[in-house]
C-alpha cells in the first residue's frame, strides 16, 4: 500500500546519479505528518521541491550530447539540469494536500530531457519513535 509523501522523501531519476531530498514549503498553515510537511502532486519546481540529480546520462540532454559527441561517442555524463513541465502523476485524488491530490510514493515524474523517469524512493514520513 503506497504511503503519503513528506517533505525529505528520497528521489531517484533514472537517468541521474544522485539521490536529492523532496523539498516541501508550505509556508501558510502546512499539512504535516508526523512533523513533517506533506507533499502533493504540484510539489514539482525546479530547486524548490526538485534539485538537480548529480550527473545526468541521458544523451537527450545537450550538455551531455554535446560532451559524448567531443569524446568520439564515448557517454559522458554532465552536470544534471532536470527539466520538469509536469505535475506528479498518481496522487490520491481522495486525500488533498493544500487543495491538491496528496503525492504518494508510488507517484511518478518524467523528465523532459528524453527518457528521465523521476520516482520516489524513500516516503519521508518520521515516526514518533523517530525512526
Not at 74 to 95: A, F, R, Y
Amino acid at each position: 500500500m503506497p504511503d503519503y509523501v513528506c517533505s525529505g522523501a528520497k528521489l531517484k531519476c533514472s537517468m541521474g546519479s544522485a539521490q536529492p531530498a523532496l523539498g516541501v514549503t508550505h509556508p501558510i498553515n502546512p499539512v504535516c505528518l508526523h512533523g513533517r510537511p506533506m507533499a502533493n502532486i504540484k510539489d514539482n519546481k525546479l530547486v524548490i521541491n526538485i534539485t538537480p540529480f548529480g550527473k545526468c546520462k541521458s544523451l537527450a540532454n545537450p550538455t551531455v550530447a554535446a560532451a559524448t559527441t567531443a569524446a568520439n561517442g564515448k557517454l559522458q555524463e554532465m552536470p544534471c539540469t532536470p527539466v520538469i513541465i509536469s505535475s506528479w502523476t498518481g496522487g490520491k485524488n481522495s486525500v488533498l494536500v493544500k487543495g491538491q491530490p496528496a503525492l504518494m510514493d508510488n507517484c511518478k515524474i518524467k523528465c523532459e530531457w528524453g527518457i528521465g523517469m523521476i520516482e520516489i524512493t524513500s516516503a519521508g514520513q518520521k515516526t514518533v519513535s523517530g525512526k
